[in-house]
């Protein structure tokens, strides 16, 4: 179905919108994209997500970008950026559902009655609900960072779901242009880091590794989660247990960091430490 531009540009200029911001280049370009098309914003929006009560979600270079962001958004376009949280959500309802309070919710019915969810299964992510659950509707239009270059992604708009980016022209790269003059580029884009949860049972190994290296008081609890979780953390079986043991026997030159790894490697460590040198020589 096909909208009338002419008709979103009235809505847009005279009754505004909300933009919902992921502090990606493509949802903070929208705010240029808005400004140059004379489409109102009534207010910006983020879902946050908690680890746990005192922890974000994000590592500690994205939760000071977010702050540097919002200060920047406060000073040039005198928007307040609201940042929402899920608080209600799997029979837990407090002032902040984190990871932590649904990964140790105790199951009533099914199968596994009686046992803490645990980490999220390949099937049915119960954490993207946490991100889902957290903005409140708003009765005004919502703008969507849908680049002009991401025609796919059209069928979601709709006469009160508009992209700003779409309307002006604006590509991917270009919204990555925008945010960098703007001083709004986010430290994924720039940093070997991967945006989201830090204990995203998705991320690679490589993240994993780093995660392990420059932040071992979330890799601790990331092993404290595993020791108590019913569903491995990877959906191959394999735990974070298991990754520990993995990067300890790198660290000890006990298996190859040159070659393709094995997780069979691990099973013969001693081996693997006598052979050393045809490994690492
Ligand atoms: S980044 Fe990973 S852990 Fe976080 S909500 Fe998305 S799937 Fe879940």
Redesign the pocket.
């Known amino acids: 179905m096909s909208y009338c531009s002419l008709c979103n540009w009235e809505t847009a200029i005279i009754q505004g919108g909300t933009l919902s911001i992921s502090y990606g280049k493509d949802s903070l370009a929208c705010i240029g994209a808005c400004e140059h098309l004379g489409w109102k914003i009534n207010r910006i929006v983020h879902a946050e997500?908690w680890a746990t009560d005192t922890i974000p979600?994000e590592l500690p270079p994205m939760v000071e970008f977010k702050k540097k962001a919002d200060r920047i958004i406060k000073e040039r376009w005198g928007i307040e950026v609201e940042h929402f949280c899920a608080t209600s959500y799997a029979g837990v309802s407090n002032g902040k559902v984190t990871y932590e309070d649904v990964f140790y919710k105790t199951m009533t019915k099914g199968q596994f009655v009686g046992a803490i969810k645990g980490f999220?299964m390949a099937i049915g992510?119960w954490?993207?609900a946490?991100?889902l659950n957290a903005i409140p509707k708003f009765a005004d239009n919502t703008y969507l960072g849908i680049a002009a270059d991401e025609p796919k992604r059209f069928k979601t708009l709709t006469g009160t779901k508009l992209s700003p980016l779409k309307e002006i022209g604006w590509d991917e790269d270009y919204c990555g242009l925008w945010c960098k003059y703007n001083d709004l580029l986010s430290p994924t884009y720039t940093d070997s880091y991967r945006g989201?949860?830090w204990?995203?049972?998705?991320q690679g190994v490589e993240q994993l590794r780093l995660l392990r290296r420059n932040y071992p008081q979330y890799w601790d609890l990331l092993l404290k989660w595993d020791a108590d979780s019913p569903v491995p953390f990877k959906s191959d079986g394999h735990t974070v247990h298991d990754y520990d043991k993995r990067f300890r026997c790198e660290d000890e030159g006990i298996v190859p960091t040159d070659r393709t790894f094995r997780w069979d490697m691990l099973d013969r460590p001693f081996q693997m430490s006598f052979f050393g040198g045809m490994f690492n020589g």
Not at 199 to 202: A, G, Q, R, V
């Open positions: 997500v979600a999220p992510q954490c993207q946490l991100k989201g949860c204990f995203c049972h998705y």
